[in-house]
């Protein structure tokens, strides 16, 4: 049982596109979307089991101003202009999906952020600080810019946003805090972060790994119904992810530690695509929703090649942290 546990932590390179398969073979003959409401309560676990140990006060500190700076630089003034021009090239004449693209572009930072923070051993407080500066602001703004950029108003409910920040990080955050206490009263500091944290870890990549299959499931009927669509919206967001990734990892090697770089790169090239999946469904439709349904896939795969590669290269744990 421990083996199986442990599996996802030690092949995640496989246990993503696994669990991307078989969500979209199960989605395709089941209809799976009964276990939507499901997803939030997987984003709560899986965001609980990596902020066990987190120090609150880690969360208002000013320590960390210059890397929250940086995201919000890179968030919602570089990545807009990205997704605008690739939308602009690429997407002309296909608008609908200009627009899930757009969507995608500025809702950023998700649960999954922390938790490839604390995969890679990055700086995990940092991570949430730009999880919840991220998304309030994007929240604020994407209706905004998507009248600037596709020229169509979106009416996004901010309180409900921040309802979601609150059950995602929040809450994780304080039902962490209790449960690192509880567990001071049986082990000291020592046996906790090497008895109790390895362990944690796993439980974090099984939810985020159910979060993935519930994802692609449920969109699964409506990408094998829009095949020669499909084509375009992968060429279009590997062009998008592949130059975040090249503008981040540059900024986070610049100017940052290595820890700091991890958190940066996380909170910047990954997307909110569950708010954007939904707000792209109801607010422009099927089109829309395609793209941001891909990214999804995009995403999850990407940031595990990524993560795998950036320890082995560039961001090495033997490396010693570097003042910023």
Do not use: C
């Not at 409401?37 to 140990?53: E, S």
């Not at 829009?226 to 981040?248: H, T």
């Not at 100017?255 to 958190?263: E, K």
């Amino acid at each position: 049982m421990k083996n199986i546990y442990m599996f996802p932590q030690k092949y995640i390179l496989v246990s993503v596109p696994l669990t991307l398969i078989l969500g979209f073979i199960i989605g395709t003959i089941v209809d799976t979307s009964f276990l939507r409401g499901t997803i939030l309560i997987a984003t709560i676990i899986m965001i609980y089991a990596t902020l066990i140990g987190f120090k609150l006060k880690e969360l208002t500190s000013v320590k960390g101003s210059k890397i929250l700076g940086a995201s919000i630089v890179i968030n919602f003034v570089v990545i807009p202009v990205v997704a605008y021009l690739l939308g602009s090239v690429f997407l002309t004449e296909y608008p609908i999906m200009f627009a899930g693209l757009a969507l995608a572009a500025l809702l950023p930072t998700s649960g999954m952020t922390i938790s490839w923070t604390a995969l890679q051993k990055g700086n995990v407080p940092a991570s949430v600080k730009l999880t919840v500066f991220g998304l309030t602001i994007g929240s604020i703004i994407t209706p905004w810019y998507l009248l600037v950029m596709v020229g169509q108003y979106v009416n996004i409910d901010i309180l409900a946003t921040m309802r979601t920040i609150a059950l995602v990080v929040f809450l994780p955050m304080f039902l962490g805090h209790i449960t690192f206490k509880l567990l001071l009263r049986k082990y000291t500091l020592e046996q906790f972060q090497k008895l109790v944290k390895p362990n944690l870890a796993p439980l974090s990549i099984w939810a985020m790994l159910y979060v993935v299959f519930v994802s692609i499931s449920t969109q699964a009927t409506m990408i094998a119904e829009n095949l020669q669509l499909i084509f375009i919206a992968i060429v279009v967001l590997i062009a998008f992810y592949g130059l975040n990734y090249v503008l981040s990892t540059f900024v986070a090697l610049k100017f940052f530690n290595r820890n700091d770089g991890i958190a940066l790169v996380n909170g910047t090239v990954l997307r909110n695509l569950s708010i954007a999946i939904g707000l792209a469904a109801t607010a422009f439709g099927a089109e829309a929703a395609l793209i941001v349904t891909i990214a999804f896939v995009v995403q999850q795969q990407s940031i595990a090649y990524y993560g795998k590669l950036s320890n082995k290269y560039w961001f090495k744990m033997s490396e010693k942290p570097q003042t910023p």
